[in-house]
């Protein structure tokens, strides 16, 4: 399994402007789509994005038009630009490689378990 890294997680104003961002090292982006999964609190984990590898991008509907999703395969970099956040954000954020139609809510467990990248995440956390 890939090691990845998540990072840019902080404490934050509801309304604000904040990336996070993926390091997914050795990882060959043309054999797998990646995406960001949220863990919040008594919830399972919950799939917010995905790009594939020609970079065609997904959103679950509560972040359409806030948060986009970008790939940096030169620098196995995949970001997460989280605009306009929201309380209901709150959550920690977890990136993986994922197949082409990946589990939309599932256990972190069973993701952890199941696919070739999972990261420890890393924790927004926006107050209103």
């Known amino acids: 399994q890939v090691k990845v890294v998540e990072t840019g997680g902080s404490t934050v104003q509801a309304g604000g402007s904040l990336r996070l961002s993926c390091q997914l090292p050795?990882?060959?982006?043309?054999?797998?789509?990646i995406a960001w999964y949220r863990h919040s609190p008594g919830n399972e984990c919950e799939l917010v994005s995905s790009?594939?590898?020609?970079?065609?991008?997904y959103y679950i509907d509560s972040v359409k038009g806030r948060f986009t999703v970008s790939q940096d395969k030169a620098q196995n970099m995949m970001y997460l630009q989280m605009n306009t956040r929201k309380p209901e954000d709150t959550a920690v954020y977890h990136c993986a490689a994922v197949p082409p139609r990946p589990l939309m809510v599932a256990t972190c467990e069973r993701l952890s378990n199941a696919l070739d990248a999972w990261g420890q995440g890393t924790l927004v956390t926006v107050s209103s």
């Open positions: 790009i594939s590898s020609d970079g065609r991008a």
């Open positions: 050795g990882f060959s982006f043309s054999v797998s789509d």
